[in-house]
């Protein structure tokens, strides 16, 4: 049977959008899915930018005006993957007009933004529209083998978890100032872009949520050169400087639901760690540790192996049996960075086929988002415990 259709229209190309690109482009020809997707339109703000990317990541079309994209007829979902202060407006225009949507972590760069995302997520399910979080680390196989183990109670009660995402792509302080260290476009700096997958990550594995946080966050470098682009200079090497407005890096305690204790770390300055989330689960009967960059790989401690025989084992997650590894390659060929994000689109065009809403939906971007301000909050007071409330904040 020839599969419906899914015209695809992606919002931005930079990182996020690339990879996002491959994910539409590759899901089809290794996963059978309940739609075929076409790459139908990519928009950016640059003409000419916007064009070369659709040309070079396979988009049928190029445009600059997304309030036009989001209203055209031909366009069945929306993706976005452009900088956090466009999240609320593009993803709550595109789900008042029929269309799904896919978009990147955080949620968005506030709560009440986040708010409003999920009220918009909510009356568009009501319709048959549906909404999902890009928080692709969970759809890593290992990682989603993690969250298998310990629902089914292989490690016990969860205790305690370290988690911790380290990068070390800012320590040269003459790095350039990128979006994502001005809060008004990222919202905020190491905690929110990596930070968030943390928390997620450890949320999806346990079951369980972030309920109270004491955050600490710091910005080791206030200033960097501005690009050269940026002053619009273009061609030129700019020696004018623009203030980091973010934090470089995060450093939190949670309490969750049913009693565990997480510590979280997030930064972008630990010298070495190129992209590191390592995530240590324990709990009363084993534990289990994830490591990104040793993304094929889970460490298992079973606690009732024979007393002599205890110790870590790694499992080489590529086996048929593991989430996602079937559809790809023999046994023992890992999975990349990008393999996630396929996983993330027949995910969803599967919830979208079944009529039921993808995880992790906006709900639950909105907890994240939550979770990050109540870190904010707690750093600005000295540390002090907050709980992450349920409810709107003015
Ligand atoms: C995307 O999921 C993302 O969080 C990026 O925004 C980060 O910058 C990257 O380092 C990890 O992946």
Redesign the pocket.
Known sequence: MIAQPLRVAMIGYG??GAAHSQAWRVAPRFFDLPFAPEMTVVVGRNAEKTRAAAEKYGWAEAATDWREVVARDDIDLVDICSPGDSHAEVAIAALEAGKHVLC??PLANTVAEAEAMADAARAAAARGIRAMV?F?YRRVPALSLARDLVRDGRIGEVRQIRAAYL?DWLVDENGPMTWRLDKKLAGSGALG??GA?AVDATQFITGQRVEKVSGYLRTFVTERPLLAETVGLSGTASSERGTVTVDDAAWFTGQLSDGAVASFEATRYATGRK?GLKLEIFGSRGAVVFDLERMNELEFYDGTDAAGEQGFRRILVTEPEHPYAAAWWPTGHGLGYEHPFSHQVVDLLNDIAAGRDPEPGFDEGLHVQRVLDAVERSAAADSTWITVTEETRA
């Open positions: 990182f996020m990147e972590k890009g692709s990068q872009d990596i997958h992209n």
